[in-house]
């Protein structure tokens, strides 16, 4: 049995009266709690004591990341302050960060939603979980680690960085779960074989818990390989709880959502209204169990599409399928939609490709320029400009038969591209 087998394998019907009954509860618990909630939905003339459906939280108001930053810090709550036992935040790289506050129930609830993950994976009391995501205001450590101590694992808190040293502690405790970033267990797997070791053998790791960030099939079969071991998605917001919310099976095909905490809508980008299951559009949260800060209707400006058939393992929660991106990750080429994880899939199939890229939007003449950055793998023998050239080439037009448009392409000494410990940074935009 793996960790909550009963809940993730709930008959439909009775799920989605679990649902209801959380939806209507948090819908009037925002309401009687909650100032901004009481505002805006009154301004729409929602009442949240006539909800009967679940499609009734649609008459709903939507909660926007800059609702969030206005309500910064506390503006939110639902709760009195001495309920609230953990804060997180997110890094809010345009300004004012965005909080989350969690109860005791509520970290108990994290702590199952990653361990879920976790069991999809095979974890269990005999496993040691590495937790290499950073560990602070960022929800990616310690939810890890909460999913890890659910589990009954021996959880290792590492967080990100010393690259060495967490080799070192990978192979002394025999770790057998990685959680991490798929960018720095790259990283991870690039610096041990840098180190002469050959990661499949120096390390016992059966899996790795990524996310966080976007990554391509192909990335994920390039860390397979160099790790020997099986990659599991895991989506998560600090805005919504943090990692867990959507987890991978062993059937690698789309991640659970964990149904019973979150209300899930996909919606149309523009029109805002729900697309069909199996259509792409922007992912739209709504907490069903989040105690200290409870969200209504939350754009998390993710694209991803519900799964509609059920998965063949057997668990009736739905699933999402893996994320290529954020809408405001979206980049407009000379007019075409380009995605990073695009660009990703193409150029992590090259065998001559180290795994680490950058893309550099700049503007030349009021034209848009996209310039990507890549690196050669450093034991791969290519010494001539010929090859360099005709390589340059074969991946540019790789880039056009897929996208459409021409990107020029930039091959940069060895180790140049930035390595993350966290997120990598995959875009850098020097337009105005
Ligand atoms: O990244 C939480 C997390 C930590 C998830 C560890 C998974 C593992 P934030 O920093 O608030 O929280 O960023 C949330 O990251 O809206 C997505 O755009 C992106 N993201 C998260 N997971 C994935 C994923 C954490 N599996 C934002 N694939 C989200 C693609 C992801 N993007």
Redesign the pocket.
């Known amino acids: 049995m793996a960790y909550q087998d009963e809940i993730t394998h709930m008959n439909r019907d009775e799920l989605e009266e679990l649902q209801l009954e959380r939806l209507k509860q948090t819908a009037i618990t925002c309401y009687e709690n909650i100032p901004f909630y009481k505002e805006s939905f009154d301004k729409v003339a929602f009442d949240p004591y006539t909800v009967e459906t679940l499609e009734d939280i649609r008459k709903a108001p939507f909660t926007t990341k800059q609702d969030m930053r206005d309500s910064y810090p506390y503006g939110l709550f639902a709760v009195p302050r001495e309920d609230v036992k953990e804060i997180h935040m997110?890094?809010g790289t345009t300004g004012i960060a965005t909080v989350s506050g969690y109860t005791e129930n509520d970290i108990h609830a994290w702590g199952d939603c990653f361990a879920r993950g976790l069991g999809y994976a095979g974890t269990g009391k005999d496993d040691v979980v590495h937790v290499c995501?950073g560990y602070g205001l960022?929800?990616?450590g310690l939810?890890?680690h909460y999913g890890g101590l659910a589990v009954g694992a021996e959880t290792i808190p590492m967080s990100a960085g010393n690259t060495k040293r967490q080799i070192k502690v990978l192979q002394s405790m025999g770790s057998t779960v990685l959680c991490c970033t798929p960018s720095y267990a790259m990283h991870i797997a690039d610096t041990a074989i840098e180190m002469g070791l050959d990661p499949k053998k120096a390390f016992t790791l059966k899996s790795g818990i990524h996310?966080?960030?976007?990554f391509s099939d192909q990335f994920r079969e390039n860390l397979e390989d160099k790790l020997g071991y099986k990659v599991f998605?895991?989506?998560?917001?600090?805005?919504v709880m943090?990692?867990g919310v959507a987890m991978e099976c062993d059937r690698q095909a789309g991640l659970h959502v964990a149904e019973d905490h979150f209300f899930i809508e996909v919606l149309d980008v523009e029109t805002h209204e729900p697309v069909p299951d199996g259509e792409w559009g922007e992912l739209v949260i709504t907490t069903l169990t989040k105690e200290a800060s409870p969200v209504i209707r939350y754009r998390?400006?993710?694209i991803t599409r519900i799964m509609p058939e059920t998965c063949a393992c057997g668990r009736t929660h739905r699933r999402i399928d893996?994320?290529h991106g954020?809408t405001d990750d979206m980049m407009i080429i000379r007019g075409v939609n380009v995605f990073p994880s695009q660009i990703e899939d193409v150029c992590t199939a090259f065998p001559e490709i180290a795994d680490w890229y950058q893309i550099e939007l700049s503007r030349e003449g009021g034209l848009d320029i996209a310039t990507l950055k890549i690196e050669i793998k450093p034991d791969f023998p290519i010494d001539e400009i010929r090859k360099i050239e005709a390589l340059q080439k074969r991946l540019q037009q790789a880039l056009k038969d897929e996208l459409a448009i021409k990107i020029g392409i930039k091959v940069v000494e060895p180790h140049t591209i930035q390595r993350s410990e966290g997120k990598a940074v995959r875009v850098v935009d020097l337009r105005d």
């Open positions: 997110s890094s995501y960022f929800t990616g939810g890890a996310g966080a960030e976007a998605d895991v989506y998560g917001l600090t805005e943090g990692p998390t400006r993710d893996r994320l954020r």
